[in-house]
């Protein structure tokens, strides 16, 4: 018989989630249905009771059945009370997606499908949103765990704080048939990796078996040193510093072939011709290096899910096209960037999670990245994909990738991308890679820009922000749109500067409703060390930075538009009318009419009339507010390619710098 406890409502909330066991320990969690039953007006998840026991979950959305995960709390062998978390564990299919590195195996490992390890506990939107002191762990020094198990197997005890990156690690091999003591020394993590111990957000136990087993797990306490402890207590006694990664004198950019001579003789403007059957939405992207060598990045097939990628380059000037291997990816709906033109070369990347998916909330090998490099005789493809981000705890479709081209790291590569974070939060992230994106690192405690949380839990966890990064005084800056208006963050060398509003009332909704995000569009380039040129949604024009203050320009284009800087200095913006935000049912594709226009920026400050790329106004397709007009922010020194689509055709036209 199944009898209904909980409900689905506001956040999980205990009111008192801890029970006192004297001045040397303090109860967490003993997965006792009374213990589970006490929360305040119901909570974002709930439990069923059975006669063995409880079913306790936490929504990952709504619907009682979509859930982030599930205790199954049962009566039996408890060390606590009379029941413990009982969990079937097997090791998976093998997934070999990327290169492996023993930093990802001790941290990181592959929870896709059980295929390093799977979950036994998860405490993802549990601990960290609920009330009283669960969270708060000061003033104790082991985190202590019983565990049993029924054939030998190897565990990782995994505990973060809010923003701990990669989270503190401890191994252990458990003995079968007997209970043993897990241990977590709190005060070395505080000591050795700067855990707040006031702000825990989540841990979590991970299986790695050789052979499937049922595993047990009850009473996680905190005791005091010198507690004394019934069963044998297990301590991992490796370092628990993360090693420092070795990073060259210099970052390293692809070299091109000795003979490569570069066309970039003078262009007519002359009318858009096709290309190729498709889209450019919500996967695609166009690239120049010269007047010869293009590449485009695009969506072949109808459907949501029956669409698949498909890259292509040409050596002379986009009159025959050669297909290329498609990237690591996967979901092209909400797991995949649109791709990103790195550098003047048009070296190019695309991120996709759609291959890392282990569902929401636990950190895993999430973010695929492929890298498509220009030699100077055409595009190569690398044939693994790197990690630029396991810390991510759902899906990625918004990422921004850059070259460094000047300052005392010229060459790096700087990424960044909007996520929802271990507490359910809008964050954005940034990280860095020297050695042209094979391994990606971030600075400080975590990948987290300071200050760039939206809120303290967002249901709709698709509704990132959509971050986009620029070169700026030898380092970067990242802007982006939410419900706090146009921000924008610096890195000086050492450190992310707290986000700071342009505009305030410039304000974009990024949940419109539990059933729809909004991906809101902009674009961001520089020019020289700190002119920096910005577009945002539902501001009109162009706004500028002279190095001290902020300026609008332009306020006759539309808004959103698409920079690109030609060379080192000429300006263009590609304008494709206004995108409405979202409805608040799902509206995942649409048609509309708008003219595709090109602003030319004179080198004197001032704008020459547009240009009307498509002779008129035409139909183009829409995916999530994803307009099908794709530029990159950098283009060749005498021209910039632009491709549109109505969603059947695409077309390429390229438009020349004025040169005044």
Known sequence: MMKAVGSTAFLLVLLLGVSAMGDDRKLILGFETEELARKKEGSWGGMKELEDGVDFWTNFEFGETNRAWTW???????????????????????????????????YYPVLRSGSDASVILNTFQWLAHAKGDLSDWSGYDLMWLDVKTAKPIEVRLVVEDETIEPPVVRAFQLPAGNWVTLELDLKAAERDRELDLKHIANFYLLGLPNDPTTVRVDNLRLVRGGTGSTFEVLRDKTPMKVPTPELGATPVVPQLVKDYRPDHSPIEFAAARKIADGSVVPFGWVAAADNRHLMLGYMRGEGRWRQRPVV???????????SMSGPKAGNFDHGTSRGSVIDAHGDAVVVSSGPGCAGIGVPTPRQHLTKYTFTGSGWERRPWASILDYDIRHCGSASWVIRLPAGPKKGRLWASWGAADRMRRLVVHCKFSDDDGESWWHVGKSAMVPGSAESRFSYNSYSYQQPRITY???????????????????????????????????????????????????SVVTIGEDEVFLTAWGRRGVFRYDGKHWHQELL??????????????????VTMGHTEEPPKHK??????????????RRRDGSWAPPL????????LHEYRQ????????MSPPNFAPVAFSDGQTIKLVKVPVLGE
């Open 72 to 106: 199954r709390c049962r009566t039996g062998e408890a060390t606590e009370g009379k029941q413990a978390l009982v969990r079937y564990v097997r090791r998976g299919r093998r997934q070999m997606s990327f290169e492996r590195t023993p930093f990802q195996r001790r």
């Open 312 to 322: 292509t380059a040409s050596t002379d000037g986009g009159q025959t096209w050669e």
């Open 472 to 522: 700026f005084r030898g380092h970067a800056a990242v802007f982006w749109q939410d419900s706090r208006g146009l921000r924008w963050s610096r890195f000086d060398g050492e450190k992310w500067s707290e986000a700071e509003a342009i505009l305030p009332e410039a304000t974009a909704k990024l949940a419109v409703s539990e059933n729809e995000s909004f991906r809101v569009p902009g």
């Open 556 to 573: 006759s284009a539309d808004d959103a538009g698409s920079l690109t800087v030609c060379g080192a200095t000429d300006l263009m913006l």
């Open 587 to 600: 509206r995942i594709q649409l048609r509309r009419e708008a003219k595709i226009l090109c602003y030319r």
């Open 612 to 619: 009307d790329l498509a002779g008129g106004k035409v139909t």
């Open 626 to 633: 994803m307009t099908a007009v794709v530029v990159p922010p």
